[in-house]
C-alpha cells in the first residue's frame, strides 16, 4: 500500500506526552485560580457564522482569519474569545445575572505567517467582568489580583504586572494641548518600550508636531521614577477625565495589596498604553522580568461597551487574556519546565510473574480504588523489557507479584528513583506508595532557576 | 449603529453557565477516571492537511468532512479522534513507549444535516492502547472496567456493556458454510436490535441466499439466552479464528469480575457486530437501560492495524470512544442532571454595608486563601439586588460586613438554603462554610431516578 508521510501543520503545537501533562497542568491551575474568584467556565464552539467574527471588521485580524463554507452558510474559526464573548452576552442577556464574571480557555485560529514561537492553533485563556449598565472599579482591582494568583499558581515568581489608566493618558494629553491627537500620541507612547527615549521624542515631534515643551511634559510623566501619583497630582483639578482616571488608579492600588499582591508584582506604569483603541480605563500588562523581549504575556484593560455590534444595552466590562500556547512554548523553550513534576502516565506499574494474572488484577483495583493511577504489564516479554517499561515511561514504582509474594498475602515494591525493594503486604505499601505520589503532584509545573 | 442579530451556528452546543458546570464536571470525571487506568492525555489539533483527514477515504463521513484552505494548503477539520492518533503515533514511533495508552477529549466537526440532538461540533471522549507489533488481551477485559468506572463515577446507574467477539462470529459463519459472505451477514446481524427475528430471517434468505438451516443456526447463536459458552462450546475445535475469538471472550469474561465489573453490568452478547469494518476482535458497546431508543453511548473494539495508512509498522490496539455533547444533551433532555450539584460561580458572596470596602478585599483574600470560590458584590445597588444576585445565581452563602461586624472582629453569615443567620469570628465561619461546600461539591453530575 502507497503510505502517506505523516505531518502536523506547521504553527500547531502538538506535545509528546510529557509535555502536554506540564500543559494540562496549568490549564488546570489557571481554572482553579480564575474560579476562586467567582468567575464561571464558558466554552463556546470554534465556529460561529462568519458574519459575527466579521462584525468588528477590517484590518490585519480579517486577513488572518481562517473562513469555510458549508452548504449556503459562510462559517469563521474564532480568532480570539472575545468576540463570542460578547455574542454569548447579547443573546443569552436576559438568562444571565451581572456582573456576569466568566472564564473561556479554548484555542482560537489565526492564519499567520508561520514562524518560530508563532502559532496557528492556539490557547487563549480569558477572563471578563461583564457589567449591565455599570461597573464599579473594585472588579478593575480585583483582576491584577487574579493575574497574580495565577501565575504564582504556575509557579511563576518573577513577573510584573504594570498598570495604567487609558483616561488619566488622555486626560493628561488634553491638559498639555494635544487632546486631538490622543489616539496617535497612544499609539506612539505605547512603543517607548521598544524604540526608547530619542526616537519617541522624534516622532512626536517630527510625525505629529508637537512643540518640545509638550514633548518634554510627556516624557517626564511617562518616564516618572518613584510614586506616580507624584506625577499625576500635580495635573489633578483641571480636566474630569483625568481626575476620574487618577481616582481609579488610586482605588486600584489601595486594594491591591489587600487582595493579596505584592508591592514587588505590581507597578502603575504611566507609559503602558495598549495598542487596541477600544479599552477605555484601566489597563494591565504582564512582564517575566527575566525575559522582556518575549513582551506582554497577558494583557487586557476595561472596556464601556462589549456587545455593541448586536445590542444598545450598555455592557462594560473588563478582562484579560494570557496566550497559553506561546507562554508554554517560552517556558519550555528557557528550561523552566519543574522536573520534579510527575508526568508519567501511571503511578505504579504491575509486573505479574505468573501465568495466572487474577491477583494482579485484584491488586490493580485495589489501587486504584484507592486512587493511585494502575497499569498492569500484560504482554508477553522478557522481563527486561517489562521494568524498562516502567523506567521509560519514569513510572515511580514497579509491583513485583510471584508465587511467593501470591502465598504469603504480600506484595514486592520497587521504588524506581531510589532503587530501594520493599516486601509487605498491599494495604501497607498502597499506603506508603500513595502518600510518596500525593507529594509528588503537589509541584508547580513551571520552576524559575 | 446597524445591529447585527447574534446567533450560535445551529447543530452547536453552547450551554447556559450552569449546565455547563455539569459538562465540565462530567468531563473532569472521566479524564480521572481515565487516568487511574495509565492513560496519558493528548491534545492534538483540530485541523490537519487535507490528505491527512482523507487517507482512510471515500463513503458518508468524506462529505461531511469540514474542509477550508489558507495560501496553497488544503485543510480539513478532524472528524473523529481516531485519524489524529494514528498519524501522532506514527509520526512519533520511536519517541513513544508501547503499549501507548492515551485518552483525548476533544471536539470534532462533522456537516450532518441539522436535527435535534445531533451536532456539527461535539466532544468525543476517546481511550486507545496501541501495541508494538502485539497487544495482550489483558488491555481487552480492562476496557469494561474504565466503561464502568466512568460512568459510574458520572453517576449513572442503570446501563450494561455489552461484549462480542468478531472472530468468534467471523469463525461461526464460516463453520456453517457462510464464511464467503462473512461482511455481509456481519452487517445484517449488526441490525437485529433495530430490524428484529422476522425481517432479519427475510434478510438473510431473500438478499443473502442463505438457507433455512444457516440462518436458524445464526439465529439460535446469536439470540441464545443464558450463559454464551454453551452455545459457543458447541462450536469449538472446528475453526481455528473461532476458537482463538472464544479463548479471549473467556479471559475477558474471567477479568473483569476482578477488575471490578459488576456481573448486572456487563453482558456477553453474540448479537453484537459493530458496524465498522475495521474491528477484528473484542467489540463493546454500551446502552442505557432505561433509553434504548438512543443507541449505543460509547462503543469501540480492537483493530489489527492503527496506522496502516502511514507506516509499515504492525500497530493492534484496542479503544473506545464515548460521543459525549451527545450523551450530555441526552442526559439533561431526561432531567438526570443531578439538582444537588452546586452549578454556582461561587460558594460565598461577600456584600459589603461600608463605603470603606477594605475590610472586604481583606476577608476575600482570606476565604480564597481557604480554597472559597469567593466573589465580592462591589457594585452601587440597594441591598435588595445584592442579596437577589446571589439569589439568582444560587451562590449558597452571603457574607454581611457591617460596621458592627467589622468592631467586633466577626462577620454574618447567611446560608441561603435554610435562611438561618449566624454571626461569629471569621475564621470558625471559614471552617465551617468549607465542610459544608466541599460535601457539596462532591456529589455525581447525574442522578438517575
Redesign the interface.
Given at each position: 500500500?502507497e503510505?502517506?508521510?505523516?505531518?502536523?501543520?506547521s504553527g500547531?503545537?502538538?506535545?509528546?506526552?510529557g509535555h502536554?501533562?506540564y500543559?494540562?497542568t496549568m490549564i488546570r491551575k489557571l481554572r482553579e485560580s480564575f474560579?476562586?474568584?467567582?468567575?464561571?467556565?464558558?466554552?463556546?464552539?470554534?465556529?460561529?457564522?462568519a458574519?459575527?467574527l466579521l462584525?468588528k471588521g477590517g484590518g490585519e485580524t480579517e486577513k488572518q482569519i481562517?473562513?469555510?463554507s458549508?452548504?449556503d452558510?459562510d462559517?469563521a474559526l474564532r480568532y480570539e474569545l472575545t468576540t463570542s464573548l460578547?455574542?454569548?452576552v447579547?443573546?443569552?442577556y436576559s438568562?444571565?445575572?451581572f456582573?456576569f464574571?466568566?472564564y473561556e480557555i479554548g484555542?482560537v485560529?489565526r492564519?499567520e505567517r508561520a514562524q518560530r514561537g508563532r502559532f496557528r492553533?492556539f490557547y487563549q485563556a480569558d477572563i471578563d467582568i461583564i457589567?449591565d449598565g455599570?461597573?464599579?472599579?473594585?472588579?478593575e482591582?480585583?483582576i491584577p489580583?487574579v493575574i497574580y494568583?495565577c501565575f504564582k499558581s504556575l509557579g511563576l515568581e518573577r513577573f510584573v504586572i504594570r498598570i495604567n489608566n487609558r483616561k488619566v493618558l488622555s486626560g493628561f494629553f488634553e491638559i498639555i494641548g494635544v487632546g486631538g491627537k490622543v489616539t496617535d500620541v497612544l499609539r506612539m507612547v505605547d512603543k517607548l518600550d521598544k524604540i526608547g527615549v530619542t526616537k519617541l521624542t522624534e516622532a512626536l515631534t517630527n510625525d505629529l508636531g508637537l512643540t518640545n515643551n509638550q514633548v518634554t511634559e510627556i516624557l517626564d510623566f511617562v518616564t516618572h521614577k518613584g510614586d506616580p501619583f507624584e506625577v499625576i497630582d500635580k495635573y489633578r483639578g483641571r480636566n474630569e477625565l483625568f481626575d476620574s482616571g487618577a481616582d481609579e488608579l488610586a482605588a486600584i492600588r489601595?486594594?491591591i495589596t489587600?487582595?493579596?499582591v505584592p508591592d514587588t508584582h505590581f507597578k502603575i506604569d504611566l507609559a503602558i498604553a495598549r495598542g487596541l483603541d477600544y479599552y477605555t480605563g484601566t489597563v494591565y500588562e504582564t512582564y517575566l522580568l527575566d525575559h522582556p523581549q518575549v513582551g506582554a504575556i497577558c494583557s487586557g484593560g476595561r472596556y464601556d461597551n462589549l456587545?455593541?455590534?448586536?445590542?444598545?444595552k450598555n455592557l462594560p466590562g473588563v478582562g484579560i487574556s494570557i496566550g497559553m500556547t506561546r507562554l508554554f512554548y517560552i517556558l519550555q523553550e528557557q528550561g523552566l519546565l519543574n522536573e520534579s513534576v510527575l508526568t508519567a502516565?501511571?503511578d505504579v506499574?504491575i509486573i505479574p510473574m505468573t501465568d495466572d494474572?487474577?491477583h494482579a488484577?485484584?491488586l490493580?483495583?485495589a489501587m486504584?480504588?484507592s486512587?493511585?493511577?494502575?497499569?498492569?504489564y500484560?504482554?508477553?516479554k522478557k522481563f527486561k523489557v517489562k521494568v524498562s517499561?516502567a523506567d521509560?515511561?519514569e513510572i515511580p514504582y514497579v509491583v513485583f507479584l510471584g508465587e511467593d509474594e501470591i502465598l504469603e498475602g504480600k506484595i514486592t515494591v520497587k521504588d524506581m528513583t531510589s532503587g530501594e525493594q520493599t516486601t509487605a503486604e498491599s494495604s501497607l505499601l498502597i499506603a506508603r506508595i500513595s502518600e510518596k505520589i500525593n507529594a509528588l503532584r503537589s509541584g508547580a509545573p513551571i520552576k524559575e532557576v
Open positions: 500500500m503510505k502517506i508521510k505523516p505531518r502536523t501543520l500547531f503545537m502538538e506535545l509528546l506526552p502536554q501533562v500543559f494540562d474560579a476562586l474568584y467567582g468567575f464561571t467556565p464558558l466554552d463556546t464552539p470554534l465556529m460561529e457564522a458574519e459575527i462584525a481562517y473562513t469555510l458549508k452548504g452558510t462559517l460578547a455574542k454569548y447579547a443573546l443569552n438568562r444571565l445575572t456582573p464574571r466568566r484555542k485560529y492564519g492553533e457589567g455599570g461597573l464599579d472599579v473594585l472588579n482591582a480585583e489580583s494568583r489601595q486594594h489587600g487582595l493579596g456587545a455593541g455590534y448586536y445590542t444598545d502516565p501511571a506499574l494474572l487474577s488484577v485484584l490493580a483495583a486504584r480504588e486512587g493511585l493511577r494502575t497499569q498492569i500484560g504482554e508477553n517499561y521509560k515511561l
